[in-house]
């Protein structure tokens, strides 16, 4: 059994994986004073994992707090981080620095090759949407970054008086007053932004695999046919893990 943990810019998620059968992933937010002691208590109750594999686009020290939490629970458990690399598992890096890619983007790309090999793409809706296309030889043809949703209303909170974070979701549509206006303003924005990269650069795409935080809140406004897959950069570390690098 693997023990599968992405750390992303806001959430701690983890997963399990035996047999090519994943377990219910799990998420805490790591801005919270007391994460590790609720992720000792969930991992408590895990059987005793054959690997861990850890996944991390966020501060470098979160990374190390849960790999040596890992270690203490269970200390013979061999333990493998993920990086970018420049080609492996039928991927073709479109970055000259591969490791400037995120590796998030990297096992998106991963997955995406594996379980749905063509011309396709991977948005990723997090707390930056990212969005990253290969084509049907696995290689990475390039992709785009922009602020997710709570990064777009965190910057009209810092730029402009008497605006407060948004806590809650809104009708999307013409709204009439502020708060409203600002969450149906970056729906639109991030649709907009999706549907208008599809548009250019998807002539012959086969496949839109939509995941991340924000995923099931965006699919419900875009106008394409996607598959929705919440946990689909857990799935692209479980196959980095599997190290078959081609």
Partial sequence: MKLLIDIGNTRIKWATEENKIFSNSLAVEHNQYDFINFIRQAWIEIAVPKVIAVSCVSRVEIAEQLIELAKNIWP??????????????????AYKDANKLGVDRW??????????????????CGTAITIDALNNHGVHLGGVISPGLVL??????QGTER?????QIFSVG????????????????????????????????????????????????????????????????????DGRVE
Wanted: hydrophobic fraction near 45%; aromatic fraction near 10%; charge should be negative.
């Fill in 107 to 124: 096992l998106g790309l991963i997955a995406l090759q594996h379980y749905y090999p063509g011309n396709s793409i991977v948005v990723d």
């Fill in 174 to 241: 013409l709204s009439n007053f502020t708060e409203s206006a600002i969450y149906s303003g970056t729906v639109y924005a991030a649709v907009g932004l999706i549907e208008k990269v599809l548009t250019d650069v998807c002539d012959n795409c086969q496949t839109i695999v939509l995941t991340g935080g924000d995923a099931e809140l965006l699919a419900q406004y875009l106008n394409c046919k996607f598959i929705l897959e919440p946990d689909f950069i857990v799935k692209g570390l479980a196959l980095y893990s």
């Fill in 76 to 93: 013979a458990t061999s333990i493998i981080v993920a990086k970018s690399l420049s080609s492996g598992y039928s991927v073709t890096n």
């Fill in 163 to 167: 605006l407060s974070i948004i806590n």
């Fill in 152 to 157: 777009m209303q965190q910057a009209l909170f």
